[in-house]
């Protein structure tokens, strides 16, 4: 079993930045591959960033440029800078962790970011 908890969510004005951390315990597999999505009211959950073990990283066409994803892999954490930001940027942000062998997911409780105009 994996926990996710994240933190860093909040309001702010357009243009404005946040940081959203994601703290992984239990039983971490090396290699894994942890990535942030986003869900907002009456839209399906998507794609915002991910990196793998290795560094590797992916951004939705959205966000390229804007956001930045990093791992720290000794302290089991992944953030996600998110700089620039505009009201569509506005939805519940989770922390997604995928077990490499079973590529089972586990998903954090999520946290509200609200951009204002």
């Known amino acids: 079993q994996v926990q996710l908890v994240e933190s860093g969510g909040g309001l702010v004005q357009a243009g404005g930045s946040l940081r959203l951390s994601c703290a992984a315990s239990?039983?971490?597999?090396?290699?894994?591959?942890m990535g942030w999505f986003r869900q907002a009211p009456g839209k399906q959950r998507e794609l915002v960033a991910g990196?793998?073990?290795?560094?590797?990283?992916n951004y939705a066409d959205s966000v390229k440029g804007r956001f930045t994803i990093s791992r720290d892999n000794a302290k089991n954490t992944v953030s996600l800078q998110m700089n620039s930001l505009k009201p569509e940027d506005t939805a519940v942000y989770y922390c997604r962790y995928t077990d490499p062998l079973s590529n089972r997911d586990y998903w954090g409780q999520g946290t509200q970011v609200t951009v204002s105009n």
């Open positions: 990196v793998t073990g290795g560094g590797m990283t």
């Open positions: 239990g039983r971490i597999a090396s290699n894994n591959v």
